[in-house]
């Protein structure tokens, strides 16, 4: 079959076509015919090896990745079931979290995967799984959002950005967006009932109070982000770190952990969805939110299967509106 794999840590461009042999269901496994899979921050985190911390903690690979093929989001179409699989059959349309996406088909368990909502195309549906669960347990899980609440969603035109706006407006709260100029009329479109442009005023210098922040840039100072919280509002910390950092993001997100116990308002960092994390009930939710039309995947950019290296490129560099995708088959 044809895949993108990676042999070594380095930058996108380690990234190349290959043909491999093609995986096998075996007992409990799901074996997927990739139509289309989604580029999140986490790929090219896995690609580069960082935070270089994650190595020592074994999920990348200490020396080399750990894995030969990238990806972890996909849509498609299952093509067979292993001994002891229910519930899910050849011919299921189907969208998750199926290791090993970049390729034209990967196996995973059917606890990571939900139907693909029919209204969807399956480059829609490979925008879901990783951006659409981390923001729903950003805002709602995490965060708590209540109807009539003040969010605001700093990064709101990003992946989990323009999923998290929905999903706390489908929850009754008043959303903030924060984004670039070039996002403003997007991020409005989703639902936001105001937009800060970052280039142009800064949203903890603006005297307004929310009652939940999603952060999902970084690099802030805590206080200023509490400085923009109600006395018993909730900030909600996703993201911060670059290529290169010993830490990444989870230096930032341990002083979070590490102010919340002296302060009354509430500091959680977000813990990021893995796909071997407990994800079927939120995939659920969100499709499910989906199909009511209360939610919509933005899809930034598409690339082919043998542009991958580009795709990841593209997501890296901070500037994606949105998904960007990969059309496999």
Same mark, same amino acid.
């Given at each position: 079959m044809k895949a993108i794999v990676q042999e070594r840590f380095g930058p996108p461009d380690v990234l190349r076509p290959a043909e491999i042999e093609s995986p096998a269901a075996g007992p409990d496994q799901v074996l997927v015919q990739i139509h289309a899979a989604a580029v999140n921050p986490y790929d090219w985190h896995m690609l580069r090896g960082d935070p270089y911390v994650a190595r020592l903690l074994g999920g990348v690979g200490l020396t080399r990745p750990k894995s030969l093929v990238a990806g972890i989001d996909a849509a498609g179409e299952v093509v067979a079931v292993g001994a002891g699989v229910d519930g899910v059959r050849p011919g299921d349309q189907v969208l998750g979290f199926c290791p090993g996406a970049f390729a034209e088909f990967a196996c995973t368990t059917p606890g990571l995967l939900v139907p693909k909502p029919a209204g969807l195309g399956f480059e829609e549906a490979?925008?879901?799984p990783m951006a659409a669960v981390t923001a729903l347990r950003g805002i709602r899980t995490v965060g708590r959002a209540q109807a009539g609440q003040r969010v605001l969603v700093n990064g709101a035109a990003g992946g989990?950005?323009?999923?998290?706006?929905?999903?706390?407006?489908?929850? *009754?709260?008043?959303?903030? *967006?924060?984004?670039?100029?070039?996002?403003?009329?997007?991020?409005r479109s989703l639902g936001a009932a105001h937009v800060v442009d970052h280039t142009r005023e800064d949203f903890t210098e603006r005297g307004e109070r929310y009652d939940l922040i999603l952060d999902n840039v970084g690099g802030r100072p805590l206080g200023l982000l509490r400085r923009a919280l109600t006395p018993?509002?909730?900030?909600?910390?996703?993201? *911060? *770190?670059?290529?290169?950092?010993?830490?990444?993001?989870?230096g930032s997100l341990l002083r979070v952990v590490a102010a919340d116990p002296f302060v009354r308002q509430r500091l959680r960092p977000l813990v990021p969805?893995?796909? %071997?994390?407990?994800?079927?009930?939120?995939?659920?939710?969100?499709?499910?939110l989906i199909e009511a039309g209360r939610v919509t995947p933005?899809? %930034?950019?598409?690339?082919?299967?043998?542009?991958?290296?580009?795709?990841?490129r593209h997501v890296e560099q901070g500037h994606a509106r949105g998904k960007t995708v990969i059309t496999v088959a």
């Amino acid at each position: 079959m044809k895949a993108i794999v990676q042999e070594r840590f380095g930058p996108p461009d380690v990234l190349r076509p290959a043909e491999i042999e093609s995986p096998a269901a075996g007992p409990d496994q799901v074996l997927v015919q990739i139509h289309a899979a989604a580029v999140n921050p986490y790929d090219w985190h896995m690609l580069r090896g960082d935070p270089y911390v994650a190595r020592l903690l074994g999920g990348v690979g200490l020396t080399r990745p750990k894995s030969l093929v990238a990806g972890i989001d996909a849509a498609g179409e299952v093509v067979a079931v292993g001994a002891g699989v229910d519930g899910v059959r050849p011919g299921d349309q189907v969208l998750g979290f199926c290791p090993g996406a970049f390729a034209e088909f990967a196996c995973t368990t059917p606890g990571l995967l939900v139907p693909k909502p029919a209204g969807l195309g399956f480059e829609e549906a490979a925008a879901v799984p990783m951006a659409a669960v981390t923001a729903l347990r950003g805002i709602r899980t995490v965060g708590r959002a209540q109807a009539g609440q003040r969010v605001l969603v700093n990064g709101a035109a990003g992946g989990i950005g323009t999923f998290a706006v929905q999903i706390a407006v489908s929850l *009754g709260a008043e959303v903030t *967006g924060v984004c670039s100029t070039r996002n403003v009329e997007l991020v409005r479109s989703l639902g936001a009932a105001h937009v800060v442009d970052h280039t142009r005023e800064d949203f903890t210098e603006r005297g307004e109070r929310y009652d939940l922040i999603l952060d999902n840039v970084g690099g802030r100072p805590l206080g200023l982000l509490r400085r923009a919280l109600t006395p018993r509002g909730t900030l909600v910390a996703n993201g *911060g *770190g670059s290529p290169g950092h010993v830490f990444g993001a989870m230096g930032s997100l341990l002083r979070v952990v590490a102010a919340d116990p002296f302060v009354r308002q509430r500091l959680r960092p977000l813990v990021p969805t893995v796909p %071997d994390g407990p994800v079927h009930e939120d995939l659920l939710a969100v499709t499910a939110l989906i199909e009511a039309g209360r939610v919509t995947p933005v899809v %930034d950019r598409t690339y082919p299967l043998a542009d991958t290296a580009a795709g990841v490129r593209h997501v890296e560099q901070g500037h994606a509106r949105g998904k960007t995708v990969i059309t496999v088959a």
